[in-house]
C-alpha cells in the first residue's frame, strides 16, 4: 500500500474491517451500509497499519453519531496501552452536540481536552491534523480549531467510535515538507543554567 | 474578545470507566480555548478568547494565574517579579530566570516548552518529571535508573543531545536549558 490511505468501508453487515486495519480497542465491524461501526459500550479506536505514517499526517473521516455517542478521526495514534493518540471527536453527551481535540490514552479509559471547538452534526467531514507540536481541526475543509500538543511525537492515522458510532469514507496521509518542530542539533550546555 | 493566557488546575472527573482531564474553570472558558496540560502535573496552561466578563470571572478564581493580554509588556517591578516567580514555582515551574525586564511572551514561551519536555515524558513512559518527591533541584543522581532513563528519552526525541548532563546537573537546569533549545514554530505562533 501507499499514502494516502483510503478506506470506503464497503461491504456486508457484520463483514470485519479490512487487513489494512487493526483495532487497538473495542470491536468495530461494518455495518452494511458502507461505514465502520463500534460494537461494545464503550470506546473503539482502529488505525489503518497497511502503511507507515511519517510524523507529521492527517486523518479524515464523516463522524456520524447518536445521543450518548461519539467519533471522529485519530491521528498520532499506536497501541501502547490499549491506545493512544489524539482525537477529533464529535460528540453528544445527550445534551446536543459538542467537539472536542483530545489525547486519549489506555484504550479510551482517559481522555484530556485539548480545546473545545463549535459543535458541528452528524455526518460531518472531519479532519485532524498533527505537524510538529500543531494540531489542527477542520470541518468540512474549515479549520475549526488549532492547538499545540508535545505529547506524541510520531504514530498512525485512524478513528474513534464510541458505542454504535459510525465513521465512513475514512483517508489519511502524509502533510509533506518538514513539521513544525525543527530538529535541534545544537548542544545542551548544562553550565547556562 | 481579546486572547488572553492563564494557567489553571487540571482536574479529572470519572464518568463510568472513562476518566476525563479538563481546565478546572471549563464553564468559565467558553469555547474558544485551547490548552496544554502539564503531562502528569495537574496544571494548564490555557490560550483563551475571552470577554471581559469571562476574564473577570476566571480571575476572580483563587487558583487561576492570568497574564496580561499584551504580551509584547514587561512583568514590571521587582515585587511583580517575586509575585511571578513565587507562583510558577509553586506549580514546579522553574522562575528563577525572570526579571523584570522579561516580557509576557518570553514567559509564557518558556512556560510552554516546560511543559512541552513532560507531556513528551509522558506521551512516552506515562511519567512525570517531578513524580514523586522529586522537585526542580533534584538532581539527575537522584532520580532511579528508570527515572533517568524516561527523561532521556523524552530530551532526545526533542533533538536534544544529552551528553552533557551529569549526575550533579539538576532538573531545573536540564529544564531550562531544553526550554531554551526547543525550536518549535507552532509553539512561538500560538505565543
Not at chain 1, 458510532?165 to 547556562?192: E, H, I, P, W
Not at chain 2, 512516552?124 to 532513563?149: D, H, M, N, W, Y
Request: proline fraction near 3%; charged fraction near 10%.
Amino acid at each position: 500500500m501507499a499514502l494516502p490511505a483510503s478506506d470506503t468501508f464497503t461491504g456486508s453487515f457484520g463483514a470485519a474491517l479490512s487487513a489494512n486495519w487493526t483495532t487497538d480497542s473495542g470491536s468495530v465491524l461494518l455495518n452494511g451500509s458502507n461505514q465502520a461501526t463500534g460494537q461494545t459500550g464503550g470506546h473503539s479506536f482502529a488505525r489503518w497499519t497497511g502503511d507507515v505514517f511519517p510524523a507529521d499526517h492527517y486523518a479524515e473521516c464523516n463522524a456520524y453519531l447518536a445521543a450518548f455517542q461519539a467519533s471522529g478521526p485519530t491521528v498520532r495514534a499506536d497501541s501502547t496501552g490499549g491506545g493512544q493518540g489524539y482525537v477529533l471527536q464529535s460528540y453528544d453527551d445527550g445534551g446536543g452536540p459538542a467537539m472536542y481535540l483530545q489525547k486519549f490514552s489506555g484504550g479510551g479509559s482517559t481522555f484530556t481536552l485539548i480545546s473545545s471547538l463549535a459543535a458541528g452534526a452528524s455526518g460531518d467531514l472531519l479532519r485532524i491534523e498533527a505537524s510538529g507540536s500543531g494540531l489542527t481541526a477542520k470541518n468540512a475543509g474549515s479549520t475549526v480549531g488549532t492547538a499545540t500538543d508535545s505529547t506524541f511525537a510520531a504514530g498512525g492515522a485512524g478513528f474513534n467510535v464510541y458505542i454504535a458510532a459510525s465513521v465512513d469514507n475514512f483517508s489519511a496521509g502524509s502533510l509533506g515538507g518538514g513539521g513544525a518542530v525543527a530538529t535541534v542539533s545544537q548542544l545542551m550546555t548544562m553550565g547556562a543554567g | 474578545m481579546a486572547v488572553r493566557f492563564y494557567l489553571m488546575p487540571k482536574v479529572a472527573t470519572v464518568g463510568g470507566s472513562i476518566t476525563t482531564n479538563k481546565p478546572a474553570h471549563l464553564a468559565e472558558l467558553g469555547n474558544l480555548w485551547s490548552g496544554m496540560d502539564f503531562g502528569q502535573e495537574p496544571v494548564y496552561l490555557i490560550r483563551a478568547d475571552v470577554t471581559p466578563a469571562q476574564h473577570t470571572a476566571l480571575t476572580a478564581f483563587s487558583d487561576v494565574i492570568a497574564f496580561p493580554a499584551d504580551l509584547t509588556t514587561t512583568l514590571g517591578g521587582a515585587a511583580a517579579v517575586t509575585a511571578a516567580k513565587t507562583k510558577l514555582e509553586a506549580l514546579k515551574i522553574p522562575a528563577d530566570w525572570v526579571t523584570t525586564t522579561t516580557t509576557t511572551r518570553e514567559l509564557l514561551r518558556a512556560v510552554a516548552r516546560f511543559i512541552a519536555v513532560n507531556q513528551r515524558l509522558d506521551g512516552l513512559s506515562r511519567k512525570s518529571v517531578f513524580e514523586g518527591a522529586i522537585t526542580p533541584e533534584t538532581t539527575v543522581a537522584q532520580l532511579t535508573a528508570a527515572q533517568r532513563t524516561a527523561l532521556a528519552g523524552a530530551l532526545v526525541s526533542f533533538g536534544l543531545d544529552t551528553s552533557a548532563v551529569a549526575g550533579v546537573t539538576t532538573l531545573r537546569q536540564i529544564l531550562k536549558t531544553a526550554a531554551a533549545s526547543i525550536v518549535d514554530a507552532s509553539l512561538d505562533a500560538a505565543i
